[in-house]
């Protein structure tokens, strides 16, 4: 995948939201998100709390309606099951997100692999990969909890 500088811009932007969970969301992930149209920031969230709405929910309802045809960074891949809260990718179909640029996969069994999968299904351009190292880091405990246990 080629990013460009803006990309970096803003995913470092959802990454910093992310951090603001710190605390706060365990055993959950830290997960920040961003939604962007005509180069400029139109919403933007995090994950509050441990069953709260998803940093992709926030952004969403941030950006109300301009969130229709625009990109959503999102600093983890969105879920796609049904858990605490409903699955973040019925969110960013509803409000029309045209692109998602995810940070890294989610390592979670139930979930790694699927949003990503179902939103580009739905025909929404999903990129995978931009400041990956950094969001593993700042998730590093949930990341090692998901995958050894």
Not at 34 to 53: E, F, N, P, W
Not at 110 to 115: E, K, Y
Request: hydrophobic share 40%; charged share 15%; aromatic share 6%.
């Amino acid at each position: 995948m080629s990013f460009t500088d803006a990309d970096r811009r803003y995913m470092a932007q959802a990454l910093l939201l992310a951090a603001k969970g710190a605390g706060y969301t365990s055993p959950n992930p830290m997960v920040g998100a961003v939604v962007v149209k005509d180069d400029q920031i139109v919403g933007q969230g995090y994950h509050r709390q441990l069953g709260s709405a998803h940093a992709e929910v926030e952004a969403l309802n941030d950006a109300g309606p301009q969130a229709q045809g625009a990109t959503l960074y999102v600093t983890l891949e969105p879920c796609h099951h049904q858990g605490r809260t409903p699955p973040c990718t019925a969110a960013i179909m509803a409000a029309g997100i045209k692109r998602v640029v995810m940070a890294t996969r989610d390592p979670n069994p139930q979930v790694t692999g699927g949003g990503g999968e179902f939103l580009k299904s739905q025909g929404v351009a999903v990129e995978t990969g931009l400041l990956e190292k950094e969001a593993q880091q700042l998730n590093e405990a949930f990341f090692k909890a998901v995958t050894t246990g």
